[in-house]
């Protein structure tokens, strides 16, 4: 099976956003049928990235805190159903309701983000001006002290994605076992699977000879060498991996909690993590979006389950995704922020699956909005517009010595040769249209028709 078409979009997606350096593995079965990285894991040095790279894999360390769970509750040392209260002193309850181990594990605590990790990853990165001394789940706990007031709905209602959550259930795993969290993930976790590369501590990854230096990329493209946040963050998303690791990890999902001969959980565990408990409240064309326990859900993925989760520390990014019952799955990961890496994920996943990726609904979708932007004029160039991207939407620019417009154009109907699109003004809707010729492309805005004359200035 040839990869070269991911090949060529993750290096087309990675010029287009700046990436400096990204590492990709595909799993199939309990084995890894290809790798290959892409860029520099440090630019300065000019050091080409490997798939042996280490990478911050943010969020995605979930899935090892809710597999601790999990293994625990196997135990006998804990039940899902237990009250969080019973571990952690914390006095929170939503709608007057105790918040249970299994709705932290699914975000659906009840409690809307706090979003304690952004600011302890802003904080150390220099990115953000707010700094909160959250080194400990006991600072945390002081953080949280006032959460109650921030409570919207019962437990179990509603998703809210919760990174200090995901800090309470690491504290839960030491309160039961006895250990500090990282000790025991990489002994019950990392060390059966013989991930012998995946690092929590600053010293172990520092003396790595492979491990990519973390950038922050600006708005105006430049790349930053900055840092982890060691220790500001842990068991929501401080793991270093690489994607050879971390497709030992997506083996053992794919073979229902064995690898190699070992058992890290038994068949029914794996099974209710990939079980949805709660609906994601951003439904796209894949059918529903769930969280299960550490994982998410998509029930519509080119006609098949996809299991995953992404992990963004904004200096490094991460991705795994796994078809369970076709036996193949795939890991990214890259050292900053630029193209969302599930979506290269599902590119890879679709190629995986025998089916063409050019016809995913977000490659569509780029390629149309792609298509249209460019500096636009009106009869004998009267008049001059930029029309620009901006994510999933596109704006008109205009501007002269003394003013700016900028019309913000969201997009209805981009499929064919006319592509509609509407914008607000004066409390009334705009139609807009692109309409698409051979060699030209006209804009249709409010009075004005304009004809595509060139690329952005």
């Known amino acids: 099976m040839s990869f070269t078409k991911l090949e060529e979009f993750i290096f087309t997606k990675m010029s287009e956003t700046k990436l400096p350096g990204l590492s990709a593995a595909i799993v199939k079965g309990d084995e890894v049928i290809w790798a290959k990285a892409f860029g520099f894991r440090d630019l300065e040095l000019g050091l080409a990235a490997t798939p042996h790279t280490l990478y911050g894999i943010g969020s995605v360390t979930k899935s090892f805190t809710a597999s601790s769970i999990m293994q625990l509750a196997e135990q006998g040392k804990l039940n899902v159903d237990d009250p969080v209260d019973t571990y952690v002193p914390i006095n929170i309850r939503p709608g007057g309701e105790s918040i249970r181990i299994s709705h932290l594990m699914s975000h659906s605590s009840g409690i809307p983000a706090l979003a304690y990790a952004e600011a302890v990853i802003r904080g150390a990165t220099g990115a953000g001006e707010n700094w909160f001394p959250i080194a400990s789940c006991s600072d945390l706990l002081t953080f949280m002290a006032d959460a109650q007031d921030w409570t919207l709905t019962r437990p179990g209602e509603r998703w809210f994605y919760l990174n200090e ?8 795993i030491e309160k039961c076992s006895g250990m500090p969290y990282e000790e025991y993930v990489h002994k019950h976790v990392l060390a059966p699977l013989g991930m012998k590369r995946s690092f929590f501590s600053k010293e172990e990854v520092e003396k790595d000879p492979d491990a990519a230096t973390p950038y922050i990329i600006t708005r105006e493209g430049e790349r930053k060498p900055s840092t982890y946040s060691y220790g ?45 408990q709660v609906a994601l409240p951003h439904q796209g064309p894949f059918g529903e979006g769930s969280y299960g326990y550490g994982l998410s859900i998509t029930s519509d993925f080119l006609g098949y389950k996809l299991v995953g989760h992404g992990g963004s520390v904004l200096v490094a990014t991460a991705y795994m995704g796994f078809i369970p019952g076709q036996g193949v799955g795939i890991a990214l990961l890259a050292n900053g922020s630029g193209y969302l890496l599930s979506q290269l994920g599902m590119y890879g996943l679709a190629i995986l699956l025998e089916k063409d990726p050019e016809s995913l609904p977000f490659v569509r979708r780029e390629r149309a909005l792609t298509e249209l932007v460019g500096t636009y004029e009106t009869y004998r160039g009267t008049m001059k517009a930029q029309v620009k991207r901006m994510g999933d939407f596109l704006t008109i620019e205009i501007k002269d010595k003394y003013n700016d417009l900028t019309v913000p154009l969201v997009p209805e109907a981009i499929e064919g040769k006319t592509k509609t699109f509407y914008t607000l ?20 805005y409010e009075r004005y028709r304009l004809q595509k004359t060139g690329k952005l200035s």
């Open 425 to 444: 003004g004066a409390g009334t809707r705009l139609p807009v249209e692109f309409r698409v010729g051979e060699g030209e492309i006209d804009l249709i």
């Open 232 to 276: 500001g963050i842990s068991s929501d998303g401080a793991l270093i991996s690489s994607v050879l690791d971390l497709s030992k990890y997506v083996a053992m999902y794919l073979e229902w909690g064995e690898y190699d001969g070992t058992r890290l959980l038994s068949k029914d565990s794996i099974e209710a993590m990939e079980t949805p």
């Open 165 to 172: 959550g995901y800090a309470l259930l690491g504290y839960i």
